[in-house]
């Protein structure tokens, strides 16, 4: 069973700051997501990671395989970035479903 | 990009009702449609797994005979709560993986059991 841990859970910001998540999990993947939860509860699907670093708009997604650890970085945070952000590997390294961390949730202060 | 079109955005029904929440994928063809409860303040649990043609695959807690999955076709899978209750009240979600580049979600539905 993969567990997933990401940190922190909760994360308020001040508009224009930059902000670092973490996720760690526990078992060997070939791929992990970060998706957005939106107030409202829809999910958007940010990136797939296999390696590397991944950039779009603001939001920049680096992993490390080796190390079982990934970041979310967000530059010049706004208030409409407020959200749940969620790091989600496959669990036992399938690409079936996702299993979801508790997510990181997200307040930019105007 | 590839879409999933989830109905209802929420629903009220009354305990002993049965609801049906559906998936439709509208660009592409989902063989496969994962379906997810997210209980207050909790993270997303995978519920069950739609194959289409085939049973679906329910995770452990999770009973087939309450919450029945049909996938009938390449592009449509349904959930139906049957004889709701208030502890089924939750945010329901789907899930499909086209061409397994990534995952689109539905937009979700919020039961309401009174």
């Known amino acids: 069973k993969n567990e997933v841990e990401q940190s922190p859970q909760n994360l308020t910001a001040q508009e224009g700051e930059f902000i670092t998540i973490n996720c760690s999990y526990s078992v060997g993947i070939s791929a992990l997501h970060w998706l957005q939860q939106h107030p409202g509860g829809g999910i958007v699907s940010l990136f797939m990671?296999?390696?590397g670093k991944k950039k779009h708009g603001r939001l920049i997604a680096t992993i490390n395989i080796q190390e079982k650890h990934s970041s979310l970085h967000l530059t010049a945070s706004h208030p409409r970035d407020s959200a749940v952000y969620i790091c989600?590997?496959?669990?036992?390294?399938?690409?079936?479903?996702?299993?979801f961390g508790k997510g990181t949730k997200l307040s930019v202060k105007p | 990009g590839a879409v999933v079109s989830q109905h209802p955005s929420w629903v009220i029904c009354k305990s002993g009702t049965s609801v049906k929440i559906e998936c439709r994928s509208l660009d592409f063809q989902a063989t496969t449609m994962f379906w997810y409860r997210q209980f207050p303040k909790q993270s997303l649990m995978l519920m069950a797994t739609?194959?289409?043609?085939?049973?679906?695959?329910?995770e452990q807690g999770v009973e087939k005979d309450k919450f029945l999955i049909n996938h009938a076709s390449l592009t449509l899978s349904t959930l139906t709560v049957t004889s709701a209750h208030p502890e089924d009240s939750s945010f329901y979600i789907c899930?499909?993986?086209?061409?397994?580049?990534?995952?689109?979600f539905g937009s979700g539905t919020r039961l309401t059991v009174v």
């Open positions: 990671l296999s390696s």
């Open positions: 899930s499909a993986s086209p061409q397994r580049s990534g995952y689109t």
């Open positions: 739609s194959n289409e043609g085939s049973k679906a695959t329910y």
């Open positions: 989600a590997p496959p669990p036992g390294g399938s690409q079936g479903n996702l299993i």
